[in-house]
């Protein structure tokens, strides 16, 4: 099917969301397109919002608007104990049980040979440099329980 020009671009937009095949794309663009200016607006903001508001915590590398992020300048937490996950997602997540009271560290992926993702695609390097410089006695490993997930927990656990 034909669409105008916006909409053709608009689709195309949702379809490089993870999950968002095309006629989902094509549903949310005639959504959009019906929404008031000023909400289109204030979601095209939000958009902007995190790409120019956000950054990786140097230290962790999980989400932040100040670096270092607020677990890691949180002088309460357990210093010793570092639970390693695969996405920022993961840390508020196990943040909203509101349980562990350690350091996190956010390798923002997993080792995937068949995807082309080697151990030093994901942040691995910068885990290996936090356990030279920190007191750290314990390390969790909660990577997700696929393949990838514990592939990378063993070669992590391997390295360590």
């Keep these: 099917m034909h669409y105008p020009a916006p909409i ?11 999950g968002i095949g095309p ?25 902007m919002d995190v790409k120019r508001d956000l950054t990786f ?3 962790c590398g999980h989400i932040t608007e100040v670096d270092p992020c607020y677990i890691c300048k949180d ?7 570092i639970c390693v996950v695969q ?7 196990m943040e ?3 349980e562990y009271k350690g350091l996190y560290h ?25 356990l030279k410089d920190e007191e750290v006695k314990e390390i969790i490993m909660a990577t ?13 656990s391997r390295l360590v």
């Design 87 to 93: 996405e920022t997602k993961d840390v508020i997540m």
């Design 144 to 156: 997700n329980p696929n393949i990838e997930g514990e592939s990378t927990a063993m070669y992590i």
């Design 8 to 18: 053709s671009k608009l689709i195309d937009s949702f379809m490089k969301l993870p």
């Design 23 to 47: 006629k989902t794309a094509a549903r949310l663009a005639f959504y959009v397109l019906n929404m008031k200016e000023d909400d289109v607006v204030q979601f095209s903001k939000s958009l």
């Design 96 to 98: 909203r049980m509101r």
């Design 75 to 81: 002088k309460e937490r357990d210093r010793s104990v």
């Design 57 to 59: 915590c140097s230290t």
């Design 106 to 130: 956010v390798l923002h992926g997993a080792i995937s040979p068949m995807d082309g993702v080697g151990p030093e695609d994901i942040n691995v390097p910068q885990l290996l440099e936090r």
